[in-house]
Structures are given as structure tokens and as C-alpha cells.
């Protein structure tokens, strides 16, 4: 197949180093995709081909290693990932450190970089860049398009990396121990967690003899986010994610497809993962945990 554009953000500026689609891009960075992918693609729309960009590139910066593209990828590319100004800014901070090649280097940005927060082109990257030179994180440069991380940036994204509060590597897990969703734990959300480099911890994963709603709080308190999956409308898991919250965890919200009407009025305003089966669930989780944390410091896929 004769390919002279990136499929995905159109750049003019690629390579296909192997007999494989391997594509290496200025914007997308790296990635491999399937020739159902690409054919399934080429009916999007501009703005969700750029969600697409963003998900390879935020992938290719936290793993230095390429996507991989297929029918299934493509089916959780339907949103944005980062909700808030603040997500959107750390994501553009994470890119510009992964590029730089010595403190105090000048990465050059791009208006398509806006792919990096989920953004589209136009004033939106301009606004990120002052607004974080306006926080200290950026130095003022004469032009927008230059990015350099100061001292504060390179700490705040140490920080973000390695969180003081929490382990890095554990993510905790509350959901409902229903029979019923067993391969949604088994199957579903711890591999998901791990294919992501975290550990997935919930409060019967290790022997011990404490109070159960100690092991809960003590569990929460010591990882670095929580999985919550209010499937069946668990009230423990909706205090769990409550107490998360205040101590200021990342939460990440699973329900399955059958019960999403049922989701409890004050957290439907929340972004959910919505999964039909456990290798669904898996997959999803996975590419969230990536888009959002990055890649954990646990070794293994």
C-alpha cells in the first residue's frame, strides 16, 4: 500500500521503516497499525483522528515505545481523556520534558501539537504555554512555539511522577466482591492495571488479620489512585471513592454497559469507563491509565 501522509494527522513529514505499517511521525511520534485500522479510519472526522494522535503520542512519550493501532484501540477513541485545564497542562509539561534533550533545551512546538491535551488547533496551545509561563513552569521566550522547562517545571513534573503521597506503583481497586463480577477483577481490571505498570490492589489481596474497613482506608491512603467500578451501585465503592477524593487521589470510574442508568445522581457528571466484558474493561482501563498517569514503574507489559 503507497502511503505519502501520516494516516492519522495527515503530517507530510513521515517514514515507513519496515514491510509492516510502522509509521514514524513529527506529531504522532510512533506507531503501528493494522490495515483494518487504517481502513476503518480514513471515514473519521478531523477532530477524532486528533484524539487518536494524542493517544499514540501521549503513549510513544510515557513508554517510548510505538502503539499498536488495531480495531479494538480504536473503539475507546471516542473522548478525551483529560477533563480538566490542569490535566491538559501537565500533559503538554510531560511532552516537553520528554523531549528534551538537556535542561534548559528549546523544544520547538507546533500548532498541531495540540494533540498532546486533546486540543485543536488554534489558540488554545497558546493559551497553555502562557498560562503556564504564568504558573513559573515555562520560561517567557520571544515566541509561543518555544518551550523550556524551568527548575519549577522540572520539579513539578518530578512530583507528578513521583507522587510524595502514595506509592507510585500501587493503584488501589474498590468494587463490589459480587460473584458475579469476579472475571471483572480477574479478567478485567487487574491485568489492566498491570499491562499499565502499576500494581492492582484490593483489600483481599494480601492475607491479614485487621478490621476490614481498616485495610480499606489504610490501602487507599498508600496508592497512588483508585479504580472504582460501581457496577451493582456498591455503596462501599461510592464511600471509597468519596474518601480517595478527599485525600486528593486520582479516581478512575468503571461501570458496566447494563448498569450505567443506574449510576448514582452526584458522580454521573464524573467520566466512566463503560465496559460490556471483561477483556473490554481491560483494554479500556489499560489505555486510560496510559493516556492520563503515564506508564507506571512496574517492569512487564
Request: glycine letters at 6%; proline letters at 6%.
Amino acid at each position: 500500500m503507497t502511503v505519502t501522509a501520516c494516516p492519522i494527522c495527515d503530517s507530510p513529514d513521515v517514514e515507513y521503516p519496515g514491510p509492516t505499517l510502522s509509521v514514524v511521525c513529527p506529531v504522532c511520534m510512533q506507531y503501528e497499525i493494522t490495515q483494518t485500522a487504517l481502513a476503518m479510519i480514513i471515514s473519521w472526522p478531523k477532530d477524532r483522528k486528533l484524539l487518536l494522535s494524542g493517544r499514540v503520542r501521549r503513549h510513544w512519550t510515557d513508554t517510548q515505545r510505538p502503539s499498536h493501532v488495531t480495531s479494538d484501540f480504536l473503539e475507546a477513541v471516542d473522548a478525551s481523556v483529560l477533563r480538566g485545564v490542569l490535566d491538559k497542562q501537565n500533559a503538554l509539561l510531560f511532552d516537553v520534558a520528554s523531549r528534551s534533550t538537556r535542561p534548559g533545551a528549546v523544544v520547538p512546538l507546533s500548532p498541531l501539537d495540540c494533540v498532546v491535551f486533546d486540543g485543536q488547533p488554534g489558540d488554545e496551545l497558546t493559551y497553555h504555554v502562557l498560562s503556564l509561563v504564568d504558573r513559573e513552569l515555562l520560561q517567557s521566550r520571544p515566541h509561543v512555539y518555544e518551550a523550556v522547562l524551568t527548575s519549577k517545571g522540572w520539579e513539578h513534573v518530578e512530583r507528578l511522577r513521583n507522587p510524595a503521597a502514595g506509592n507510585r506503583s500501587d493503584i488501589f481497586v474498590a468494587m463490589s466482591f459480587s460473584e458475579t463480577l469476579r472475571h471483572a477483577w480477574e479478567d478485567g481490571i487487574r491485568p489492566g492495571i498491570e499491562r499499565a505498570g502499576y500494581s492492582a490492589k484490593r483489600v483481599d489481596s494480601d492475607a491479614h488479620n485487621d478490621r476490614i474497613d481498616d485495610r480499606i482506608i489504610a490501602g487507599i491512603r498508600a496508592s497512588y489512585a483508585l479504580v472504582v467500578d460501581v457496577t451493582t451501585q456498591n455503596a462501599g465503592a461510592y464511600f471509597e471513592a468519596g474518601f480517595a477524593m478527599g485525600l486528593g487521589r486520582p479516581v478512575v470510574w468503571t461501570v458496566q454497559e447494563d448498569d450505567l442508568p443506574n449510576l448514582h445522581f452526584d458522580t454521573r457528571q464524573f467520566n466512566h469507563l463503560v465496559w460490556s466484558e471483561p477483556d473490554d474493561l481491560s483494554d479500556k482501563l489499560t489505555n486510560h491509565l496510559l493516556a492520563v498517569f503515564g506508564r507506571g514503574p512496574v517492569s512487564g507489559e
